[in-house]
């Protein structure tokens, strides 16, 4: 976890707040809701608009990318978010972690530093599904928002069932360069019918 929110807020001094409560406002309308927090491409695309919006009131300089893979442009808003959330490098070169949230390292146990540069295959193990894996690659690959359910495992080994929700971020000319990442554990029932 961030222990100094006022040096972090500092980093991103450009970024407007109307365009970060926004993106604060409409992630909360989808979390408390019952369900899963991201129901739909649709949101996951709204949600991505809103942090583009939040990346173009954001000084250049902040876009991240280059020999520091990190961002700049992230908020409190988007730091204190009630879902795990990564902020990815341009697909053409695989996808590198440039931010990834408080939620993110409660959920996964890594530190963002740990992550910062990695691909996301680094939560995948054993028993990781190849058909969910297909899914998120084809969605980078043809620029459309997916949704699927797959198993991840956390630093420590230990496996967990998820639902992550990925969308392309559009710039003030609709060019993609960034991607957004949203995952929730979903708890698997359990079958009780055989005896």
């Known amino acids: 976890m961030r222990t100094d929110l006022n040096a ?91 931010y990834a949230n408080d939620a993110f390292e409660s959920l996964t146990g890594y530190a963002e530093s740990d992550v910062l540069g990695e691909n996301l295959r680094c939560l995948q193990g054993p028993e990781t599904a190849a058909e969910p894996v297909a899914t998120l690659r084809e969605a980078t690959e043809i620029w459309a928002a997916a949704i699927t359910e797959l198993q991840n495992y956390r630093v420590d080994g230990t496996a967990f069932d998820s639902r992550v929700a990925i969308a392309p971020i559009p710039d003030e000319t609709g060019t993609i360069s960034n991607w957004v990442g949203f995952q929730e554990p979903v708890e698997k029932a359990i079958d009780t019918s055989s005896p």
């Open 8 to 98: 972090y807020i500092a980093r991103s001094p450009t970024a407007d707040m109307a365009d970060s409560a926004g993106f604060a406002d409409l992630l909360r309308r989808h979390v408390d809701d019952d369900g899963p927090a991201i129901p739909s491409k649709d949101v996951a695309n709204s949600l991505a608009v809103a942090l583009g919006e939040i990346r173009t009131a954001a000084a250049p300089e902040t876009a991240g990318g280059g020999s520091e893979p990190a961002i700049g442009w992230a908020t409190p808003a988007m730091d204190t978010a009630p879902i795990s959330m990564v902020i990815t490098g341009p697909a053409y070169e695989d996808n590198p972690v440039w």
